[in-house]
């Protein structure tokens, strides 16, 4: 087959085999074969067989800007359509390339296959042949860290921003009232409340970005779901108490699941803390566990104030409360849930939210496990 290739064609099927070399790489290689081909007509069987399994949208024209070959990427994100480069924006990149008589770069952002907006960094390159190739790089995925991080900042300093303006103003206050021992005493249990408010904070955000970074558990162990939920439970007794709302257990004798316990305690504890923490006085929190299949499935019920479906696209996302208020007025990060998504998917498993507005919710973790004797 290499016998058979045009130099063009053989240089781009070594820049697919070449370890490390980078899409972009492509106008190297193709300007040094070009100078070898100029005249020759371009296998475009060849050619279409070299570039498809390229991550990069890469399309090499003629002379006459017909296409010659196109990557698979190329075409599924419509920058190959027919015999011709698309849409108009990328169009206007390779031209203006062909006007300079040299390399032209944009970084457009253009609609994709599925609706999503792509951000394509788009290179054109002039060969000496006549022809040309255009790439097209993805760093949608980039904008969307860039993006993430720089909510996730804004987020942080505005959380970070309550319980640390609170104290200050708390202290000055407890500083005024010096003469006063009972309003001492009054700033300062407020003083203690925003200190571990903000302390919780802090460590749920440590917390996440741990889990961010591992990404999977390390030195799983089996761990008996019903001691699991019962310590869960036990945590959030006085929060419970304090609200007046009832907590009721029921687990299988005998279910396992691998993982680190600790982990496990934290996301069952957020679940049920949430489910307090949306509930109205008098209400019930019920928390089982069951066998399904090769599932052990955790579930916290309510019978709070429910979340709407809107709501629920968000629930997991960080920093997303349904009812703000409500949520600082218990004590709430916004991360709780966020933090049971990701433990979830460390341990393989997921978690899932019904809701109805004005009936309450089910949270269901459900997590790889069996029974005592069977689980490995």
């Known amino acids: 087959m290499l016998a058979a290739m045009t130099p063009l064609a053989a240089a781009l099927l070594g820049l697919v085999l070449g370890a490390g070399i980078g899409a972009l790489a492509a106008v190297v290689v193709i300007r040094r074969a070009a100078k070898q081909v100029r005249g020759e007509i371009v296998n475009r069987h060849h ?55 040299r390399s032209a770069e944009a970084e457009l952002r253009l609609p994709g296959p ?38 996730f900042v804004a987020n942080i300093s505005h959380e970070l921003k309550t319980p640390i303006g609170a104290i200050s103003l708390l202290a000055e206050a407890a500083d005024s009232a010096a003469d006063d021992a009972d309003a001492v005493r009054g700033f ?73 316990a600790t982990e496990l305690e934290t996301a069952v504890t957020n679940l049920v803390q949430n489910a307090i923490a949306y509930s109205e006085p008098g209400a019930r929190v019920a928390v089982t566990g069951n066998a399904a299949g090769e599932l ?24 997303f409360r349904v009812d703000a208020d409500r949520s600082r007025a218990s004590g709430g990060t916004g991360l709780g849930l966020s933090i049971v998504k990701h433990i979830a ?9 019904w809701s109805r ?9 459900r997590l790889p496990g069996g029974r005592e004797g069977g689980l490995r």
Do not use: W, Y
């Open 357 to 365: 507005l004005g009936q309450g919710s089910t949270f269901t973790l």
């Open 47 to 101: 050619l279409g067989e070299i570039l498809d399994p390229l991550r990069a949208a890469v399309v090499v024209v003629s002379d006459s800007d017909r296409i010659l070959a196109a990557s698979a990427f190329a075409k599924a994100i419509g920058m190959a359509r027919g015999s011709s480069v698309a849409p108009g924006e990328v169009a206007a990149v390779l031209a203006d390339a062909r006007a300079a008589g």
């Open 296 to 319: 052990v499935e955790i579930r916290v019920s309510d019978n709070g104030i429910g979340i709407s479906a809107e709501d629920q696209a968000r629930i997991f996302e960080r920093f």
């Open 345 to 353: 998917a460390a341990h393989g498993g997921e978690v899932t939210v």
């Open 114 to 151: 599925a609706g999503e907006i792509l951000l394509l960094a788009v290179r054109a390159v002039p060969l000496s042949n006549g022809a040309a190739v255009v790439i097209a790089e993805d760093r949608s995925a980039d904008l969307r860290f860039s993006e993430t991080r720089r909510d």
């Open 188 to 260: 300062l249990g407020k003083l203690t409340r925003e200190t571990t408010r903000l302390n919780e904070l802090v460590s749920q955000i440590i917390a996440l970005s741990r889990l961010q970074a591992t990404g999977s558990v390390l030195g799983a162990q089996d761990v008996p779901v019903a001691g699991l939920l019962e310590s869960a439970v036990a945590r959030c007794h006085h929060l419970a108490e304090a609200r007046d709302i009832s907590i009721s257990l029921q687990a299988e004798p005998g279910l396992l699941v691998a993982g680190d």
